[in-house]
């Protein structure tokens, strides 16, 4: 088996971990929470969204949490699903941009009303734009294993949208298996082909913790070569446009296990045992999801 003496773990808690809480959380809450995770040691961190508030009220404070972060020193990661959000990152000095893609051309027209295709020719303007910038672009592949809406997602399915990012110069493309329902199996499979396809592309896993397979799966990918995974501390997310799934791959969990399997991540265990409390404190989706279990 192979192990990697090093891995990047990208915490994605202060954004897809909150994005989807039902309640208000005030902004000084988030930027406590930012503040301890940079303690834990994070330099990398999606912490913005800058979406319209119609659609996600928790992330109307973007702009002011990604002063905050210029403020500490952290490089921060702000998702931009189209050019006016991404106007509103430059405008932020953002230093590095997400876009995303459902492969399941289904879950993309529930997500943003547009067709994968559709989807896929809007990132031409806003890839030219950042990369004019200066700004680092992930791409995410949302749904790139199985989807709620349409069962199957096929590995043709997200090669095209790998296709397209790898054209107009993505850093990195994160596989999502955005609810959940992926197996160890299934992600060594895809993610062995995908490097096969793309051996000078950056990937990056990121999985949500439905089936409790989310550790197992983070192994299977490094069995396939890949370093990188995103993580949220004390488990927070959801998709509001993926009926059923929990939170991403607990940071805690995963940083334990790493460690403990040789593989080293830069991050203080016992810094984000004091975070996970405070994190989980910010939501009420995890005591209706564990309601949901009994």
């Known amino acids: 088996m192979y192990f990697p003496n090093e891995v990047e773990i990208i915490e994605v808690g202060p954004r897809d971990g909150l994005q989807n809480e039902p309640l208000p959380i005030s902004t000084e809450q988030k930027k406590q929470l930012i503040t301890q995770l940079a303690a834990a040691g994070f330099s990398r961190m999606e912490t913005a969204s800058f979406v ?3 659609w996600v009220p928790q992330m109307a404070d973007s702009e002011e949490i990604a002063h905050f972060c210029k403020q500490l020193g952290i490089t921060f990661i702000a998702l931009t699903p189209n050019i006016k959000a991404l106007e509103r990152a430059i405008a ?4 590095q941009i997400a876009v995303f893609i459902g492969a399941s051309n289904t879950f993309n027209k ?4 547009k067709t994968t ?15 004019a910038k200066g700004m680092f672009v992930r791409a995410y592949v949302s749904m790139a294993f199985t989807c709620p809406f349409q069962g199957e997602v096929t590995f043709e399915e997200v090669k095209s949208v790998c296709d ?13 298996d955005t609810n959940g329902k992926a ?5 060594y499979e895809r993610f062995s082909r995908l490097r096969d396809l793309y051996p000078n592309a950056t990937f990056v896993g990121h999985f949500h913790d439905t089936e409790k397979m989310a550790l197992a799966n983070v192994v299977a ?18 998709c509001p446009y993926s009926p059923g799934a929990t939170g991403n791959v607990a940071t805690e969990e995963l940083v334990k296990m790493l460690e403990q399997m040789g593989c080293q991540t830069n991050i203080d265990y016992l810094q984000l045992q004091k975070a996970a409390p405070f994190a989980k404190s910010l939501s009420s989706r995890i005591e209706i999801h564990a309601k949901e279990r009994l």
């Open 52 to 54: 319209h508030p119609k």
């Open 92 to 95: 932020a000095n953002a230093p």
């Open 110 to 113: 529930k997500n943003v009303n």
């Open 117 to 131: 295709s559709e989807s896929l020719d809007d990132c031409e303007q806003i890839f030219a734009r950042a990369k």
């Open 164 to 176: 397209r990012f790898s054209e107009l110069g993505a850093d990195e493309i994160d596989i999502g």
């Open 183 to 187: 197996n160890p199996r299934m992600v």
């Open 221 to 238: 990918a490094m069995q396939a070569g890949v370093e990188k995974f995103d993580s949220s501390i004390g488990g927070l997310g959801g």
